[in-house]
């Protein structure tokens, strides 16, 4: 079960790579509002807003993913701090 948890984290954290890459193709979502607004308008801040934005999600993604498949397995002792 676990391998299965941190199996989906994965594919969620590709996901959202995904995402802000078909964004800055075309696409909608945080990359086109990334490269239409940051980049093709000079706006910095709010490229830099954008990549903090995607960098919180991807973090806390993986944090409640490492966390959830600790749950689940049955193996390591609980008392390790996590």
């Known amino acids: ?3 299965i948890v941190l ?3 994965l594919a969620v954290v590709s996901l959202i790579g995904y995402s802000a890459m078909v964004g800055a193709v075309g696409g909608k979502g945080l990359g086109d509002l990334g490269i239409r607004y940051g980049y093709q308008r000079f706006m910095p801040e ?3 807003a954008v990549v903090v934005i995607l960098i919180v ?3 806390l993604v993986q944090s409640a993913g490492e966390w959830i498949a600790a749950r689940f397995d049955k193996r390591a002792p609980r008392n390790q701090g996590r």
């Open 57 to 59: 999600m991807v973090q």
């Open 1 to 3: 079960m676990p391998g």
């Open 7 to 9: 199996g989906l984290t």
């Open 46 to 48: 709010v490229m830099l």
